[in-house]
């Protein structure tokens, strides 16, 4: 009974964070998102096949970055 409840709280947690995680974020909710890596002055922001594109600032360099549909932020060349 008890590895039931359990079993029941976990896939009720998994639903719950994949339904936010299905979610686009807003301009407002990625920007905040890529500062709180880190980045600053985040601009240009574009949607691509790839991702969600943006220029940005970290360590005082210009980095171009792609946010993806998980919201997993990644540097590009």
């Known amino acids: 009974m008890r590895t039931r409840t359990i079993l029941h709280a976990f896939l ?3 639903l719950i964070g994949g339904a936010s ?3 686009a974020l807003t301009q ?3 920007v905040a998102r ?3 890596a880190g980045y600053t002055e985040v601009s240009d922001i ?3 096949a790839e991702g969600t594109t ?3 600032i ?3 360099k210009p980095v171009r970055l792609v946010v993806d549909s998980s919201g997993q932020i990644k540097e590009r060349n």
């Open 12 to 14: 009720i947690l998994a």
């Open 46 to 48: 574009k949607s691509t």
């Open 34 to 36: 890529i500062k709180a």
């Open 28 to 30: 407002d909710e990625l």
């Open 54 to 56: 943006a220029k940005a």
């Open 58 to 60: 970290k360590n005082g």
């Open 21 to 23: 995680a299905a979610r």
